[in-house]
């Protein structure tokens, strides 16, 4: 369920139109790391944040992603790697490193 307002209420909408308070919504939210870097530099980054959603996570990768190379991590476990397509601003989705995160 990805949540879409935030009302002054302590609640959150979600877009099936159910309402769950902000502290059950962190209890729904996984952590992800993103570890991501240029093919011409061996410095990776690493970004952590939490998401309710793969999809939240996603998005939130595509848009923090400093680099044309990043894998995500999803509490620990990779998830995907990913490819930033020329200078279309594309990333191309694939299957995770067998690495685990560090």
Partial sequence: MDFVSS???????G???????ISEVRLL??????HSWDQRSAAREE????????AGALDK???VASGTKADLY???RPVCSMEL??????WL??????????
Avoid: Q
């Fill in 47 to 54: 970004i952590a944040f939490d998401s309710v959603s793969i």
């Fill in 61 to 63: 990768a595509k848009k």
């Fill in 7 to 13: 009302p002054e209420s302590g609640y959150l909408k």
């Fill in 29 to 34: 939210m996984s952590h992800y790391v993103l």
């Fill in 93 to 102: 989705i694939g299957k995770p490193n067998e690495s685990t995160e560090d």
């Fill in 15 to 21: 877009k099936d139109g159910d309402r769950k308070s």
């Fill in 85 to 90: 397509v020329g200078k279309t601003g594309v």
């Fill in 74 to 76: 999803e509490d620990g």
